[in-house]
Nanobody
Framework: QVQLVESGGGYVQSGGSLRLSCVLT????????LAWFRQPPGKEREPVAA?????????YPTPAMRARFTISRDDARNTVYLQMNSLTPEDTGVYYC??????????????????WGRGTQVTVSS
């Protein structure tokens, strides 16, 4: 059974940085396209970044996310990362990673992913 486990969340002050990790087990990592989503308090889950099987293409939903966030993958470690810089309180939420063998390229659509982790909490104070 394929599973995803996120880590690296925590409490950080505005302007700070965090690097999230997500490890995939039970499957062949290189076959999966991956993405990070987040769910702010009281809001719907929204895309943050996506990456294809070979590390390309990457997608970011907004220019602001592209400027501050970087998604990457290490197939040797079965891990996808999200480097987040210049964090603001609006970045607070639970961050989830998703995986799919069915995506062509990369996708920021939630419906594209059929494997999800349980999430890691990120809290940014002002």
């Amino acid at each position: 059974q394929v599973q995803l486990v996120e880590s690296g969340g925590g409490y950080v002050q505005s302007g700070g940085s965090l690097r999230l990790s997500c490890v995939l087990t039970g499957g062949t990592f290189s076959r999966y396209a991956l993405a990070w989503f987040r769910q702010p308090p009281g809001k719907e889950r929204e895309p943050v970044a996506a990456i294809g099987r070979s590390g390309l293409p990457t997608q970011y939903p907004t220019p602001a996310m592209r400027a501050r966030f970087t998604i990457s993958r290490d197939d040797a470690r079965n891990t996808v990362y999200l480097q987040m810089n210049s964090l603001t309180p609006e970045d607070t939420g639970v961050y989830y990673c998703g995986a799919s063998q069915d995506v062509t390229g990369s996708s920021t659509r939630r419906s594209s992913y059929n494997v999800w982790g349980r999430g890691t909490q990120v809290t940014v104070s002002s």
